[in-house]
């Protein structure tokens, strides 16, 4: 019999309290078969308590999540014959090759030896580690873990796979080699949840994005949406010596209504702009002041802008 759903994953008002703390709080997400869905948030938001509760290692105290249109409290097993999760470290027996532990794996859930060297052989080769597959992983590097333990978590074919974080502490490169991995899931029609603090690695995977912040939901949509709603441009200016931030602020209300954006580094500000004119009338009248501007850019805006304007606690809104 076949079983209906409108989604791979859909939550609602999804909810935890660890005391008097509410780590995830009225969390609704509905996820497509076959979607690279990113979820995105700062340490503490709430990311890592999402996927616990998604993947039945955590109960809910409020709220409901369906798998394929199962409940993961009442269908518990069913859900976790349908999943796999891959958290930020390696779960690997380092003194066994990249092949033996994949063999292992399969054996473990019940193939033959046939059938277990078969599809260790056919992810080692898919996932580009053939000329390593018969060295210790110990041997192996961060990027080389990461894609051995994703295709570890794929052994039994998951409707839907967690990555948790996938590419902490990586290189670029080994960023890049694992993007590769998870575009190569897509092509099996595997649903991905994919949780980050890399927002260029969300900008190229994700087709769907949550940003979510204190364990809420606070913005929803494809990168380019997201992109969108903070502005056509983003001025970014670098100041030449410090300045107080509360001066800029009140010699811009003067004559704008803004957002503006303080970066980490103290020198560094930004402003979403509606227009491109604006971005002039905005240098002309810091400069007017005698702000020391070195430099300025006008951009078109990175998900790394929406995830300052809507996340940074130094955000200030500035009414006219």
């Keep these: 019999m076949t079983r209906e759903f409108d989604y791979a994953l859909e939550t609602k008002d999804l909810s935890k309290h660890f005391g008097d703390y509410t780590a995830v709080d009225k969390v609704n997400l509905k996820i497509?078969?076959?979607?690279?869905?990113?979820?995105?948030?700062?340490?503490?938001?709430?990311?890592?308590?999402?996927?616990?509760?998604?993947?039945?290692?955590?109960?809910?105290?409020?709220?409901?999540?369906?798998?394929?249109?199962?409940?993961?409290?009442?269908?518990?097993?069913?859900?976790?014959?349908?999943?796999?999760?891959?958290?930020?470290?390696?779960?690997?027996?380092?003194?066994?090759?990249?092949?033996?532990?994949?063999?292992?794996?399969?054996?473990?859930?019940?193939?033959?030896?046939?059938?277990?060297?078969?599809?260790?052989?056919?992810?080692?080769?898919?996932?580009?580690?053939?000329?390593?597959?018969?060295?210790?992983?110990?041997?192996?590097?961060?990027?080389?873990?990461?894609?051995?333990?994703?295709?570890?978590?794929?052994?039994?074919?998951?409707?839907?796979?967690?990555?948790?974080?996938?590419?902490?502490?990586?290189?670029?490169?080994?960023?890049?080699?694992?993007?590769?991995?998870?575009?190569?899931?897509?092509?099996?029609?595997t649903t991905v949840l994919l949780?980050?603090?890399?927002?260029?690695?969300a900008d190229q995977l994700a087709d769907q994005i949550a940003v979510i912040d204190k364990g809420t939901i606070i913005a929803e949509g494809t990168p380019n949406q997201l992109k969108a709603s903070i502005g056509e441009k983003t001025l970014s200016f670098r100041l030449s010596k410090s300045y107080e931030p509360k001066k800029i602020h009140e010699i811009l209300v003067e004559k704008h209504a803004l957002k503006i954006i303080e970066d980490e580094n103290p020198?560094?500000?930004?402003?979403?702009?509606?227009?491109?004119?604006?971005?002039?009338?905005?240098?002309?009248?810091?400069?007017?002041h005698a702000v020391p501007i070195e430099d300025f850019t006008l951009s078109d805006p990175s998900l790394d802008d929406v995830f300052l304007a809507l996340t940074t606690s130094k955000q200030e809104e500035v009414i006219q």
């Excluded at 930020?88 to 060297?117: M, R, V």
């Design 32 to 189: 497509q078969k076959g979607e690279i869905y990113g979820l995105l948030g700062p340490n503490g938001a709430g990311k890592t308590t999402v996927i616990n509760m998604l993947t039945t290692l955590l109960k809910p105290d409020e709220g409901t999540v369906l798998i394929q249109g199962l409940d993961v409290i009442k269908n518990s097993k069913d859900v976790r014959k349908m999943i796999s999760l891959t958290g930020q470290f390696a779960a690997l027996d380092e003194e066994l090759s990249g092949l033996q532990n994949l063999i292992l794996i399969a054996k473990l859930y019940g193939y033959s030896n046939k059938k277990s060297s078969s599809i260790a052989n056919e992810l080692i080769h898919s996932f580009d580690l053939s000329e390593a597959k018969n060295r210790k992983v110990t041997n192996y590097s961060g990027g080389m873990r990461r894609r051995l333990d994703i295709a570890a978590s794929i052994v039994t074919q998951p409707e839907i796979i967690f990555l948790d974080e996938p590419t902490t502490g990586l290189d670029p490169q080994s960023r890049m080699q694992v993007w590769e991995v998870v575009r190569t899931l897509l092509k099996s029609g």
């Design 195 to 201: 949780t980050t603090q890399y927002l260029e690695e």
């Design 267 to 288: 020198l560094i500000f930004k402003i979403p702009v509606e227009k491109t004119r604006l971005a002039n009338d905005i240098i002309d009248t810091l400069l007017n």
